[in-house]
C-alpha cells in the first residue's frame, strides 16, 4: 500500500475495519483487539496516528522492530486459537506508520487468555456473552450447525408421520414399514432427532405445529403500492406464514403470485391464450428456497418479503458464511450452513442443491442485485427489479 492509499484511509476515520493507535497497549488491550478484528470480518490496525485527532506520529526504527515481536508474542500466546496478521511500514509525509492486518478468523470463536470474547461494534468493540452469538460464531467455523441441535420440549409425538412416510417413499422408493430400524433410530440416523427429542431440522421439515417450538421461524409478506415501505397503505400483507419448510414455501409463493403482474406468453390476446409472470416464477422459486435452506436460524427472526411496485425484496437472517461472497455466489459456489436441510430438503422443496439456483435464478432475469450484510443485523438481501424494459 502505497502513502497516498494510507492517507486516504486515515482521512475517513476508524470504522469496524480499520482503528489507529499511536504506540501498542497494553498486552491484556491489545489482546483484546486482535480477539475482536478476527471474530468479526477482520482489518487493519494503523500505528503512528492518534486516534482522537488523526495527527500522525511516526514510530522509530527501534519501535516497529518491538511492535512486531510484541505483536507476534500476543497473537501467539495471549489470543486462543493462535491469529494470523501481517505487517506492513509505510512512510507518510515523513513518518513511519505500521500496518497490521488481521484476517477475519476461521476457527471462531476466539478468545483472550482469560476467555473473554469481542466483536467489533463500529469502531469499538464489545464482549460476547449471548449463548446465540456464540453459537453462531461455531456455526460460521463450521463447528456447530443449527439444524442438527435437538429442540428443547419436542419428542417423537410432535413428529408428521404421514409427512415423513412420503418423504421416505419418494427418496427410497418404500415404505416406512419396509425399515428394520425403528422409526426413532431412522430419524437419528438423519439427524432428524437426537436423545429422544426431534433437532430443529426435524420440527422445520416434519414436526406438527412448528412455531410452538419456533415463534420466529416464518415468513412475513407485505406488498405496497408505493416504492416506498414506509407507505401506510398496503395493498396486500402476510404478517406471518407459519407452517413446516413446504407448507412456508407453498404459501409464500401463493402471495407472490396474486401480486405478481400476468402477462400473455405470446401475442397471441385471445380468451384462451395462456399467462404467466411479469418476471420468471422460478427465479422467486430459487430465491424463496435459499432463503429458508440456507438462512442462518441462530437469528430469531422471520425472513421478509417486500413486494413493491419498482421491485422485490427477499430479506434472510445472517449473512454469507465465512468463507463466501457475492462473487463466489453468484459463480454458483456454496456451503452449506444447514447440512440437514440441504440433504433432506431436496425431497421436498424444488431444490437441487448443488450451488445452481442463484446462477439459474440469473440466466432467466439479470436484473437482480444481492447484498450481503455484514454490519449490525446481518441479512442476505436479494432485490429483483420489475417494470425492466
Same mark, same amino acid.
Given at each position: 500500500?502505497?502513502?497516498?492509499?494510507?492517507?486516504?484511509?486515515?482521512?475517513?476515520?476508524?470504522?469496524?475495519?480499520?482503528?489507529?493507535?499511536?504506540?501498542?497497549?497494553?498486552?491484556?488491550?491489545?489482546?483484546?483487539?486482535?480477539?475482536?478484528?478476527?471474530?468479526?470480518e477482520?482489518?487493519?490496525?494503523?500505528?503512528?496516528?492518534?486516534?482522537?485527532?488523526?495527527?500522525?506520529?511516526?514510530?522509530?526504527?527501534?519501535?516497529?522492530?518491538?511492535?512486531?515481536?510484541?505483536?507476534?508474542?500476543?497473537?501467539?500466546?495471549?489470543?486462543?486459537?493462535?491469529?494470523?496478521?501481517?505487517?506492513?511500514?509505510?512512510?507518510?509525509?515523513?513518518?513511519?506508520?505500521?500496518?497490521?492486518?488481521?484476517?477475519?478468523?476461521? !476457527?471462531?470463536?476466539? +478468545?483472550? $487468555?482469560?476467555?473473554?470474547?469481542?466483536?467489533? #461494534?463500529?469502531? @469499538?468493540?464489545?464482549?460476547? /456473552?449471548?449463548?446465540?452469538?456464540?453459537?453462531?460464531?461455531?456455526?460460521?467455523?463450521?463447528?456447530?450447525?443449527?439444524?442438527?441441535?435437538p429442540v428443547?420440549?419436542?419428542?417423537?409425538?410432535?413428529?408428521?408421520?404421514?409427512?415423513?412416510?412420503?418423504?421416505?417413499k419418494?427418496?427410497?422408493?418404500?415404505?416406512?414399514?419396509?425399515?428394520?430400524?425403528?422409526?426413532?433410530?431412522?430419524?437419528?440416523?438423519?439427524?432428524?432427532?437426537k436423545?429422544?427429542?426431534?433437532?430443529?431440522?426435524?420440527?422445520?421439515?416434519?414436526? !406438527?405445529d412448528?412455531? +410452538?417450538? $419456533?415463534?420466529?421461524?416464518?415468513?412475513?409478506? #407485505?406488498?405496497? @403500492?408505493?416504492?416506498?415501505? /414506509?407507505?401506510?397503505?398496503?395493498?396486500?400483507?402476510?404478517?406471518?406464514?407459519?407452517?413446516?419448510?413446504?407448507?412456508?414455501?407453498?404459501?409464500?409463493?401463493?402471495?407472490?403470485?396474486?401480486?405478481?403482474?400476468?402477462?400473455?406468453?405470446?401475442?397471441?390476446?385471445?380468451?384462451?391464450?395462456?399467462s404467466?409472470?411479469?418476471?420468471p416464477?422460478?427465479?422467486?422459486?430459487?430465491?424463496?428456497?435459499?432463503?429458508?435452506?440456507?438462512?442462518d436460524?441462530f437469528?430469531?427472526?422471520?425472513?421478509?418479503?417486500?413486494?413493491?411496485?419498482?421491485?422485490?425484496?427477499?430479506?434472510?437472517?445472517?449473512?454469507l458464511?465465512?468463507?463466501?461472497?457475492?462473487?463466489?455466489v453468484?459463480?454458483?459456489?456454496?456451503?452449506?450452513r444447514?447440512?440437514?436441510?440441504?440433504?433432506?430438503?431436496?425431497?421436498?422443496?424444488?431444490?437441487?442443491?448443488?450451488?445452481?439456483?442463484?446462477?439459474?435464478?440469473?440466466?432467466?432475469?439479470p436484473?437482480?442485485?444481492?447484498?450481503?450484510?455484514?454490519?449490525?443485523?446481518?441479512?442476505?438481501?436479494?432485490?429483483?427489479?420489475?417494470?425492466?424494459?
Open positions: 500500500m502505497d502513502a497516498t492509499e494510507v492517507l486516504d484511509i486515515i482521512s475517513k476515520g476508524e470504522s469496524s475495519r480499520v482503528q489507529f493507535k499511536e504506540r501498542m497497549p497494553h498486552i491484556e488491550s491489545m489482546a483484546q483487539e486482535l480477539v475482536a478484528f478476527s471474530n468479526s477482520g482489518g487493519t490496525i494503523i500505528f503512528g496516528v492518534n486516534d482522537k485527532t488523526g495527527n500522525l506520529n511516526g514510530l522509530t526504527f527501534q519501535e516497529i522492530a518491538s511492535l512486531n515481536n510484541n505483536l507476534t508474542n500476543i497473537a501467539t500466546n495471549n489470543v486462543l486459537p493462535p491469529v494470523m496478521f501481517t505487517t506492513e511500514t509505510v512512510t507518510v509525509n515523513g513518518h513511519n506508520l505500521v500496518l497490521v492486518s488481521i484476517s477475519k478468523g476461521a !476457527e471462531k470463536p476466539y +478468545k483472550d $487468555r482469560s476467555g473473554n470474547i469481542y466483536m467489533k #461494534v463500529g469502531s @469499538d468493540k464489545r464482549k460476547v /456473552t449471548s449463548n446465540n452469538e456464540i453459537s453462531r460464531l461455531l456455526q460460521s467455523s463450521r463447528s456447530i450447525f443449527a439444524d442438527e441441535i428443547q420440549g419436542t419428542n417423537i409425538s410432535h413428529f408428521d408421520l404421514n409427512k415423513f412416510n412420503k418423504f421416505v419418494k427418496r427410497y422408493d418404500k415404505k416406512l414399514s419396509d425399515f428394520d430400524n425403528s422409526l426413532e433410530q431412522i430419524l437419528e440416523n438423519l439427524d432428524l432427532a436423545d429422544g427429542m426431534l433437532t430443529l431440522a426435524g420440527v422445520l421439515l416434519f414436526g !406438527e412448528c412455531q +410452538k417450538f $419456533r415463534r420466529l421461524f416464518t415468513i412475513q409478506c #407485505v406488498a405496497v @403500492d408505493s416504492d416506498d415501505i /414506509t407507505c401506510d397503505k398496503y395493498s396486500d400483507i402476510e404478517n406471518s406464514i407459519e407452517g413446516t419448510l413446504d407448507e412456508v414455501y407453498n404459501l409464500t409463493m401463493g402471495f407472490i403470485n396474486r401480486n405478481m403482474r400476468k402477462i400473455p406468453e405470446n401475442d397471441d390476446n385471445g380468451f384462451n391464450s395462456h404467466m409472470w411479469e418476471i416464477r422460478r427465479v422467486f422459486e430459487e430465491f424463496v428456497v435459499n432463503a429458508l435452506i440456507h438462512r436460524y437469528i430469531n427472526c422471520s425472513i421478509k418479503v417486500f413486494i413493491f411496485r419498482n421491485r422485490v425484496e427477499i430479506i434472510s437472517p445472517g449473512s458464511p465465512n468463507s463466501l461472497n457475492i462473487d463466489n453468484k459463480n454458483g459456489i456454496s456451503v452449506f444447514n447440512p440437514v436441510l440441504h440433504s433432506v430438503g431436496k425431497e421436498i422443496l424444488p431444490y437441487i442443491g448443488v450451488g445452481s439456483g442463484i446462477l439459474r435464478a440469473y440466466s432467466l432475469y436484473h437482480i442485485e444481492i447484498e450481503n450484510c455484514t454490519e449490525s443485523v446481518e441479512h442476505f438481501k436479494v432485490t429483483i427489479m420489475r417494470n425492466v424494459k
